[in-house]
């Protein structure tokens, strides 16, 4: 299996702020990364596929970067509509896991 | 407009098998476009893939549930279904179906899930 870590588990954060969230593959995983967003009792969101590319409909603050084994989550002015959990997947074989995942609150 | 939406019983006794079905509207899961399925969430943890479907039938398990995963379709009612048997504690989470592109086995629409606690 491919282990999914992110970091850091937990990030305290103002509005406004610049913030980054790190996701590591044991191995190699091309760009095969996906990225969501989840926010208490809902289901996760889905941000960000190939590492780097923004599913329709979500905010241009959200950016995605990396390759291999080390993948980054950049959210350039955090808004109050941000502050959820964030996971990040890799999809380049089976069993398609998950990273455990980083909760982003308020400072 | 895409939407996914499970149901099942809500409590599973050990030993037992869980029983899901997910009823999708707005797209056909005939379409070779997708992929179909199932995530689930142990309660305060993270996400775990469980397994997919396609249009033909064709499956995929995750290999630590495979053993006790059957994902089926059911293509006149627009319906996937989960079985997962021989149930623990351990299998206590809330279960989402979520559809994904076909080639890419991620996840844009989900359904709102649902908790199935596995308790005597």
């Known amino acids: 299996d491919i282990q999914m870590t992110q970091s850091p588990s937990t990030l305290s954060a103002s509005i406004g702020d610049r913030v980054t969230i790190t996701c590591r593959a044991s191995?190699?995983?091309?760009?095969?990364l996906a990225w969501y967003q989840q926010k208490p009792g809902k289901a996760p969101k889905l941000l960000i596929y190939?590492?780097?590319s923004l599913e329709s409909g979500v905010p241009s603050r959200f950016s995605g970067s990396g390759s291999e084994t080390e993948f980054t989550l950049t959210i350039s002015s955090l808004q109050p509509d941000d502050f959820a959990t964030y996971y990040c997947?890799?999809?380049?074989?089976?069993?398609?896991?998950f990273g455990q995942g980083t909760k982003l609150e308020i400072k | 407009q895409v939407q996914l939406q499970e149901s099942g019983p809500g409590l599973v006794k050990p030993s037992q098998t869980l029983s899901l079905t997910c009823t999708v509207s707005?797209?056909?899961?005939?379409?070779?476009?997708?992929?179909w399925s199932w995530i689930r969430q142990p309660p305060g943890k993270g996400l775990e893939w469980i397994g997919f479907?396609?249009?033909?039938?064709?499956?995929d398990y995750n290999p630590s549930l495979r053993s006790r995963v059957t994902v089926s379709l059911d293509k006149s009612k627009n319906q996937f279904s989960l079985k997962l048997n021989s149930v623990t504690a351990a299998d206590t989470a809330v279960y989402y179906c979520?559809?994904?592109?076909?080639?890419?086995?991620?996840?844009?629409?989900w359904g709102q899930g649902t908790l199935v606690p596995v308790s005597s």
């Open positions: 979520a559809r994904g592109p076909s080639g890419a086995v991620l996840f844009d629409y």
């Open positions: 707005g797209v056909s899961i005939s379409s070779g476009d997708y992929y």
């Open positions: 190939k590492a780097s």
């Open positions: 191995q190699s995983i091309s760009s095969w």
């Open positions: 997947q890799q999809y380049n074989s089976n069993s398609y896991t």
């Open positions: 479907i396609y249009y033909s039938g064709s499956t």
